[in-house]
């Protein structure tokens, strides 16, 4: 199984926006669970947001209301909208195939004060 590939991260400042994507292998991806998943420095991985294949989305309390989950099916893509976002969420970003338990090798997202 081909893990899945991540982009989109870089440097912002807070308050401002990224959009994170992640491309997964596998034809049968309209029905997998995708989740989002982030390590700040000296920290533990924590799950972020986790979209189910009937594309429920739910999220960590810390970022309810400023992070979108989404897929699109035809492109094999998951995505994280991160809005109005703070120096606490600076962290390397890992998308993650629930199906095949795969992680992609992250993305560095960095929130400058």
């Known amino acids: 199984q081909v893990q899945p590939v991540e982009s989109g991260g870089g440097l912002v400042q807070a308050g401002g926006s990224l959009r994170l994507s992640c491309i997964a292998s596998?034809?049968?991806?309209?029905?997998?669970?995708m989740s989002w998943h982030r390590q700040a420095p000296g920290k533990q991985r924590e799950l972020v947001a986790v979209?189910?294949?009937?594309?429920?989305?739910s999220y960590v309390d810390s970022v309810k209301g400023r992070f979108t989950i989404s897929k699109d099916n035809a492109k094999n893509t998951v995505f994280l909208q991160m809005n109005s976002l703070k120096p606490e969420d600076t962290g390397v970003y890992y998308c993650?195939?629930?199906?095949?338990?795969?992680w992609g090798q992250g993305t560095q997202v960095t929130v400058s004060s």
């Open positions: 993650r195939d629930n199906a095949y338990n795969t």
């Open positions: 596998g034809s049968l991806f309209r029905i997998k669970s």
């Open positions: 979209i189910t294949g009937g594309d429920s989305a």
